[in-house]
Each structure stands twice: as structure tokens, then as C-alpha cells.
């Protein structure tokens, strides 16, 4: 796919047309036309990703895991519901464009939410001011053909293997959240179960890799040469302007009670959009609430009897969470923490991590209603 | 004679009334300025209900095409919309220009410029036209709801309502059904407007 053509406007025309327009609706402002259009500028990209050597196959690559499952697929079909837009009437972005760190997209502000990913070095932000319109960006980093999803009506940010085919946005919705389908079988694979539901995948699990959802200002400092998707992205869309509400300051749907679509199931132990981190494996689903881990730094707890950890990352503002069967002792030691007597900063204590990703609370119980909420 | 030939009848003879009724709005200055004012603004409200224009003072001035722009025009981004092509900036606003989406307003803000053009000529005819002053106004709201398909996650959001798969049918049906409720409005006002009594008044 080619990035988009860019044109400067006849001044005349646009003067005397858009003119008239602004009058209209009340605003008399008018600036002086120039020759560059677009806010993600005038900046040469750094890099422009080309899938299509990656495109065909028979399905994304799947894995033998096992995931708590409180639903049977069948249910979850019927609950579908149309969120308005046809299969691909929200388009992926299939030719990511990236800038350096120091030239970002102009509508990216510092403490805008981005999506990190840090695949064998190859590290990569993701707007989510430019994912809300889009939702799912088929991409290679590292090496890896990826894809990083978002659902801004769960709140979830993921990232799925993909092989050698893509992922696109479904249009239908299941307890408020994306379903995405892959190109080659157009299995229905909803993001937050990670699982194919519908299709020739039915019953096959993704594999998925870590997301960092974090502020801009965070990542950037953590990784100074990171990439940062800009606003090429072969579509029109009005960037900047979030149709749900804004993550800053946090208002509208992001901020109040209200879900668009019914939950699959509900609970009060926390507001809906209270933000919690989910992890799903063998033993089943728990989750923790990230205010409680923002001032407690260390939550423990167990899940079907194994013990687990989860621990704070303030410089990124994000969570990890740890399977501990051996209940070994984990404490705070400045900003890292401390495990048998050695340092390790929160994201690589010797224990193994799972898989995490912020969400929010009415969607998690939505889909995991056997949770178990470490605290 | 048959109910059906006497309905075929009364409509031929509201249609041919409104036919003259709308010769007569495009022919006098104060009902065509009506109709090309309601039709101009229809068209604006219409392209801001579906977020198609914006206010926005904070991007420079330009254009951007979308990277395959016929293969854009023709997505269909839901029930009764279609994809943009061209993001166009002017330093104050901003339009996403899509063209079949535009025709649609087009169309409906002609119709309902018809409408309240016919709905002017009604009112300032000598004898009062009841009901029929208002089905115009009324008749251009689903059409905006209409629009809306598209976004309808949003406009629920504004709304503060919740949705389900029977709300989401009835938003797919609210463009057809605005059209039909716009022709309706305009050969029941039409339909009502004596030609004679408006031009002797005017």
C-alpha cells in the first residue's frame, strides 16, 4: 500500500470556499495557507513498514495454552452485536509510518497514552490518539510480524504474533470488545480472549507479547530512540479529536459509569472503568486494581494455589505480574526490588512473567467472571 | 370506482399541486432564499452530525489524501455511510471529505430545503395550513439521526444510553425511512398550497 499524497491547496479556492464555510459556523479566524498539510508534518518518516511480503497463509501462528474459559464459544457468538461499522469499516493500518522520538506526531502530546513495545531492541510507540481510529496496526518489529491492537471501549491494548497474514476490525463487539478476524481464514479471534471463537481457528489460542500502555513523556524517557507511529497512515481521519472522550485529562466515556453496549456479566467490587491489570494462564484469571499497586508497589496473592507477585514500574507507570509458585520474597529496594539479596528492576525480577494488559474492570469481569482479585 | 384508483388519484393530484407549489418556491426571491439557506446550513449540520466538519484552529492549512482514494470511497464505514477521502484543513476548520456521503447530505438537504420552502409558502398563504407547517421541521431530524449511523457508538454517548442489537437495526433504517418521511412531508405541504391564493398574496 502507498502512504498518502500530499497536495497543497489552491489558496483561491480554498479562501473563498472554506471561507464562507468558517463564516458560517461562526468563527472568522483564517490562516495563511502553506504548503504543508498535515500535522504529523513535514517530517521525513523514519521508517515505513511494508507487510505485503508477509501477507497470505492459512491463519495466524497458534499455540498450545491453555486459558480459563467461563463462556462457551457458542455464547459468546450470540452475544456479538454490530458496533456500527462493517467488517473493515474501521481500517487497520497495514503500512505503519514511523518518526524518531525527537520529531514526533504533532497531536502527540507528553502526557498522551502510547502503547510501548520493545521487541529483541526494536522498540516502538503506538499513539493511542491514533488507534482509536483504527484499532489494529499489522506490523514487523524485530523481525516479527505483530500486530498491536486496541479496543478503546474495554480499554485494552495487546499484541498478537501474526505470521503471515493480517488482522482486521470485524465491526461486531462482544461484551463492549474488539473482535478482530484474520484475513486469510476470517476467524473471529475477540482481543481480550486471545482465542479463535468462530471459524476454521475455532478453539486455537494466539500468541501474544507484552504491551506497555504508558504516557508518551514515560516512554520516551525510558527509550530515547524509540519509534513513534505517525499520522501517514493511508486513511483521512480527524486525529486529535477522540470520539469517545480524552485520556487528558481523563473525561467522557474514559471517566464516567456508562458502558455503550450490556457487560456479559457485572460486579461492584470496583467502578466499571476502574482500570485493572488482567492475567489469564493455566490457572486460571486474576487481576489486580493499578491504584492499589501504584501505592502498594507489591501485591501478592494466589490463584488455584499458586502463589503470584505483581510489582510496580513507576518510571513507565505500569505493571508486571509474576507467577511465584515458591513464594519467594520479593521486596522493594528503591526504585527496583529486591530478590534474594539482588536488585532487578520490575520488569525482569527471576521470575517468569506473564502475560498482563491493563483493562477495564466491567470488561474483565465481563469475560472473566472467575477472577480472583489479588489484593 | 376502487379505493385503489381513488388513492392513484389523490396522489396524482398532490403531486401535481406540489409540483406547481415547488415551480412557484423556485420562481419568488423570499421562498428560493428560504430553500437556499435551509439546504446550505441542512448540508453543514448534516456533515458536523456525522463528524465530517470540524472547528479546528490547532493544524495548519492543507490537504491529505487517503493513500487509495477509490478504494476509500467506496468502504462502507457503516449502515449508510462511506469512507473519507481527503482530510481538508483551513487553519480554522476541518472537513473530511467524503463524496458519497456528501451526495447523501446533498440529497437530503435538498429535500428538506423543499420541504420548508413549501412549508414558508404554506404560512405566509392566507389561509392557515395546520400541521403541515411543522412536518417539514419534523421530518429532517431522523434524517440527521440517519446520517449518524455511522457513529452511533458516539451519538449513544452523547445520548447516555445504552444499545442493543434492536436499537442498532432501527438506526439502520433511520436514513430510508427520513427519505420517505422528507417526500411524504413535501407532497402533503405541496399538496395543501394554493398556488392561485399564495401568488395573489404575493
Known amino acids: 500500500m502507498a502512504t498518502p499524497s500530499r497536495r497543497s491547496i489552491l489558496a483561491t479556492a480554498a479562501t473563498v470556499g472554506f471561507g464562507t464555510v468558517a463564516g458560517c459556523l461562526g468563527d472568522s479566524g483564517q490562516s495563511a495557507l502553506t504548503d504543508e498539510t498535515n500535522p504529523a508534518g513535514d517530517v521525513e518518516p523514519a521508517l515505513t513498514v511494508d507487510i505485503s511480503e508477509t501477507a497470505g497463509g492459512s491463519g495466524p501462528p497458534v499455540v498450545d495454552r491453555t486459558l480459563p474459559r467461563d463462556y462457551e464459544f457458542g455464547a459468546l ?17 497495514d503500512s505503519p509510518s514511523f518518526n524518531d522520538a525527537d520529531s514526533p506526531p504533532a497531536g502527540l502530546g ?15 510507540a503506538y499513539p493511542q490518539y491514533i488507534l482509536v481510529w483504527h484499532e489494529i496496526v499489522n506490523d514487523i518489529v524485530g523481525d516479527e510480524s ?17 505470521g503471515n497474514v493480517t488482522f482486521g476490525v470485524s465491526g461486531q463487539l462482544i ?31 494466539l500468541e501474544e507479547f507484552q504491551i506497555v500502555w ?24 480527524n486525529y486529535g479529536a477522540d470520539p469517545y472522550g480524552s485520556y487528558d485529562p481523563v473525561n467522557g466515556y474514559y471517566e464516567d459509569d456508562n458502558t455503550l453496549f450490556p457487560p456479559l456479566q457485572t460486579d461492584d467490587r470496583f467502578p466499571p472503568k476502574e482500570v485493572v491489570i488482567g492475567t489469564r494462564n493455566q490457572d486460571g484469571a486474576s487481576c489486580i486494581n493499578k491504584d492499589q499497586l501504584r501505592e502498594e508497589r507489591i501485591i501478592e ?62 470488561a474483565w469481569f465481563g469475560y472473566y467472571p472467575s477472577t480472583e482479585v489479588l489484593a | 370506482m376502487s379505493i385503489a384508483s381513488r388513492t392513484s388519484g389523490r ?43 470540524r472547528i479546528r484552529r490547532d493544524v495548519e492549512a492543507g490537504i491529505v489524501w487517503a493513500a487509495e482514494p477509490t478504494t476509500a470511497m467506496m468502504r462502507r464505514t457503516g449502515p449508510a455511510s462511506w469512507d473519507t477521502v481527503a482530510l481538508i484543513d483551513t487553519g480554522v476548520v476541518r472537513l473530511l471529505f467524503s463524496p458519497i456521503n ?53 451519538v449513544a454517548l452523547v445520548l447516555g444510553i445504552q444499545l442493543t442489537g434492536t436499537m442498532m437495526t432501527m438506526f439502520a433504517w433511520a436514513l430510508p425511512v427520513a427519505v420517505a418521511m422528507l417526500v411524504g412531508s413535501i407532497l402533503y405541504i405541496g399538496g395543501k398550497i394554493d398556488v392561485n391564493a399564495v401568488n395573489a398574496v404575493g
Open chain 1, 301 to 362: 496473592g494466589s490463584l488455584d494455589g499458586i502463589g503470584y507477585t505483581c510489582v510496580y514500574d513507576e518510571a513507565l507507570d505500569t505493571g508486571y505480574v509474576y507467577r511465584n509458585p515458591d513464594e519467594v520474597a520479593v521486596r522493594t529496594a528503591g526504585a527496583e526490588y529486591e530478590v534474594d539479596d539482588s536488585s532487578y528492576a520490575a520488569d525482569a525480577l527471576p521470575l517468569p512473567r506473564e502475560i498482563g494488559y491493563d483493562a477495564m474492570w466491567f
Open chain 1, 175 to 205: 461484551n463492549s470488545n474488539l473482535v478482530m478476524f484474520d484475513r486469510a481464514t476470517e476467524s473471529w479471534w475477540p482481543q481480550m480472549l486471545a482465542e479463535g471463537i468462530q471459524g476454521p481457528h475455532e478453539n486455537d489460542t
Open chain 2, 102 to 154: 456528501t451526495g447523501i447530505g446533498f440529497a437530503l438537504a435538498v429535500l428538506v430545503g423543499v420541504s420548508i420552502a413549501l412549508t414558508y409558502l404554506a404560512l405566509v398563504q392566507p389561509r392557515a395550513c395546520g400541521m403541515g407547517a411543522s412536518s417539514g421541521f419534523l421530518a429532517a431530524i431522523p434524517a440527521l439521526v440517519g446520517g449518524s449511523a455511522c457513529c452511533v457508538p458516539v
Open chain 2, 11 to 53: 396522489l396524482a393530484t398532490y403531486a401535481g399541486r406540489t409540483q406547481a407549489a415547488i415551480r412557484l418556491a423556485a420562481s419568488r426571491r423570499d421562498s428560493f432564499g428560504v430553500f437556499a439557506g435551509v439546504t446550505v446550513g441542512y448540508l453543514l449540520i448534516y456533515l458536523w452530525a456525522i463528524q465530517h466538519l
Open chain 1, 146 to 162: 505483530v500486530a498491536v491492537t486496541y479496543c478503546p471501549l474495554t480499554g485494552t491494548a495487546q499484541g498478537f504474533y501474526r
Open chain 1, 77 to 93: 457468538v450470540d452475544a456479538a452485536q454490530s458496533g456500527g461499522p462493517p467488517q473493515d469499516g474501521i481500517p487497520s493500518i
Open chain 1, 214 to 237: 504508558t504516557t508518551w513523556e514515560r516512554w520516551k524517557a525510558e527509550y530515547p530512540d524509540t519509534l513513534v507511529l505517525n499520522e501517514n497512515t493511508g486513511a483521512a481521519r
Open chain 1, 110 to 124: 507528553e502526557a498522551s497514552p502510547v502503547f510501548g513495545v520493545d521487541i529483541e531492541g526494536d522498540v516502538r
